[in-house]
Structures are given as C-alpha cells and as structure tokens.
C-alpha cells in the first residue's frame, strides 16, 4: 500500500521523490535541517496565516527569521534575495496564495522555496516548492491522525530527507487518498454555504479558494452574533488574533474540522 500512496502523492505534488515522516512538526524540521544543510541562513515566513513551530524551529537550529508583511497571510512582495521562503500555500487553511506569481519572486531573486501543502494539497498550489511537505494528523484534507510527507524534485534533497523516514498507517492514508476529491468538494460546500449566511460581515478573502472562513468583528455585539451563528449551526471556532489565523479581531470558522 505504501507504493500506491507513494505514486498518488506524486502525482498530487508533481515531485519524483516521497518521503514519510511521523508528523507534520517532524517535516518542518526536516526540511530546515536540510536547508541549513544547503548553507542558508534567512528563512522568510508569513506574519500571520502560518504554523506555530516555524519560528521554534528556526531558533531552534539558529537561523534567521524574517518576518514578511503580508496582507492577511497572502505574500505578494518579496525584496529579500538568497534566501529561503517557507510559507503555507494555503495561508491560514482559509486563502490559497498567488503560487504563480510567487514562483516568479522566487526565481528572479533566487529563493529557496519549502512549501507547506498540508491545507492546498489536491490542488495546484501544491505542486510549487524545491520541497513541499503536508501533514496527516487531526482535521487535515488528508486526515489521519499520523504522519507527514516531504516530497523533491532533486535526488540529493531526498537521500537527505529519507533519514527521517518512517512506516505510517498507509491503508488509512490510502483510503483517504482515494476520497480527497470529495473531502474538497465537501468542504467547498460549507464554506460556500457558510460566506453567503454571512454575507452582511466582512470575511476576510472571501472571493479566494480556501477551506475556513475567516470574519472580522468590530465590536462585542458582532462577536456575540458569530459566535452564536457557530453555536446554533454546530460549527467550531477559533477566535483571534492568532498568528496560525490572522492577527486581527475576527471568529474563525474551522470548515476543516468538519468530517465529510
């Protein structure tokens, strides 16, 4: 079964090489080891619509962070030149970035690309990156409560990477592999159901692609009102700032929790 997710996971990045890994957490690291690796020191990461343990791990192996300014977790102007980008291609699990015009940026001022996948993939946005890697774990697209993957073009990147490399529940992975489709189509559902219930609010991108629906509110009574709009509709929410979201006052909607 590992040989079928192998082939549909390279299929759905466009990258030759895959390798498992026991968490997402585990790919992130794996994939800065690997840069720093590769002799870079900068690492570029959204300030805001990103993941918890990019900066730890930046730290951690004494890197340097630099923060982009972004308009709510979408990247559009990149100065910084050899340097590495590691942002999450759907920014926030609620708005897919502009990947075309980021491979631009990328190539013109020649940028290290790690792309986090876990909530694009089984899109294109999921297939741009030198390295992409999406986790496995609790209310993913691909939802199996274990695992990561770390997926390259280039053969040295992976006989790196493989030395993270472990067996994961591949059936499970498999079975999910197969109903991605419909989990999308699933979740394109709600967060349309969702945006046109709110319509008089203001979301945040609501014209982009994406999986939550993110709404500001501008005083408490507006909060209240979302919150129980979540209540009476048994959606899960969040409530920020919170960097993995935005970091403005607004009652995310966590579409992804829902199971199909």
């Given at each position: ?36 690796s590769l002799r870079y020191e900068n690492v570029l990461i ?64 020649k940028l290290f690309l790690i792309n986090d996948a876990s ?73 349309n159901k969702i945006i046109n219930d709110l319509s008089e ?60």
């Amino acid at each position: 079964m590992k040989k079928e997710c192998t082939s549909k996971l390279q299929e759905l990045t466009g990258k030759n090489h895959i390798v498992f890994v026991r968490r997402g957490n585990t790919a992130i690291l794996a994939a800065l080891k690997l840069l720093k690796s590769l002799r870079y020191e900068n690492v570029l990461i959204q300030d805001q619509g990103g993941w918890l343990t990019y900066s730890k791990y930046i730290e951690k192996l004494k890197l340097n962070e630099v923060k982009l300014k972004t308009d709510y977790g979408l990247v559009s102007n990149i100065k910084e030149k050899d340097s590495c980008l590691l942002l999450t291609s759907m920014a926030g699990y609620f708005a897919l970035q502009d990947m075309d015009n980021i491979q631009k940026i990328v190539k013109k001022n020649k940028l290290f690309l790690i792309n986090d996948a876990s909530g694009s993939i089984g899109t294109e946005h999921a297939k741009v990156g030198d390295v992409v890697f999406g986790s496995f774990g609790r209310w993913k697209p691909l939802n199996v409560e274990e695992g990561a993957f770390i997926a390259t073009n280039e053969k040295k990147h992976y006989d790196f990477l493989k030395e993270f490399e472990v067996d994961i529940n591949f059936e499970k992975l498999h079975d999910k592999l197969t109903n991605l489709k419909d989990k999308l189509l699933f979740y394109d559902m709600w967060r349309n159901k969702i945006i046109n219930d709110l319509s008089e609010y203001d979301v945040i991108h609501r014209d982009k692609l994406g999986i939550n629906v993110i709404v500001k509110f501008s005083s408490d009574s507006e909060k209240e009102k979302l919150i129980k709009y979540c209540n009476e509709n048994n959606y899960e929410f969040v409530e920020c700032p919170r960097y993995i979201r935005v970091l403005d006052n607004a009652i995310s909607i966590e579409v992804k929790r829902l199971e199909l």
